[in-house]
């Protein structure tokens, strides 16, 4: 499969790029911890089966010094004993936020009530921003058929600003 489309080179979509970077920056220098920003990202790119972010999170959540074991076990944290219980809410509200289609409730309270357990509405707001916007990337990738492996850590940098 061949990707329909340069996305990082066509104008209209470096433009959009730039923008959708710029909002992701609100996330980033949020109190939200970045590892957990990684996880729940790489989290929701598997559910995508979006392998350029796939590619993205598990590279930069290495760079950030994450173990190789944290990486490996997030599409089974359910079953691992690796991630904090703080990491558990935001990895389950990832994947309920991620899989409305298979909920008619979306996300549960019983999930939500652990967020909040968890997190202030900063952290909170960060989180759904976080979901919302990892989701549109994954759909943006997939629709365009943009492969994962040629990610390099920090390569988007400097679309910011």
Partial sequence: MEPRIDMLGNDV???FGKRFANASLVIHNSSLPKSTQELVSLRASQINGCGWCVD??????AAA?????RINLVSAWRESTVYTEAEQAALALAEEGTRLA?????VSD???AQVRKHY???????????????NAANRMAVIAHQKGGSYEPGMFADMVG
């Fill in 13 to 15: 979509a470096a433009r």
């Fill in 56 to 61: 993205m999170h598990t590279k930069e959540l």
């Fill in 65 to 69: 010094g994450e173990t190789p074991v």
């Fill in 102 to 106: 298979d909920a008619h409730h979306g």
């Fill in 110 to 112: 019983e999930t939500w």
């Fill in 120 to 134: 202030d509405d900063d952290q909170i707001a960060a989180l759904v921003c976080l979901v919302a916007l990892i």
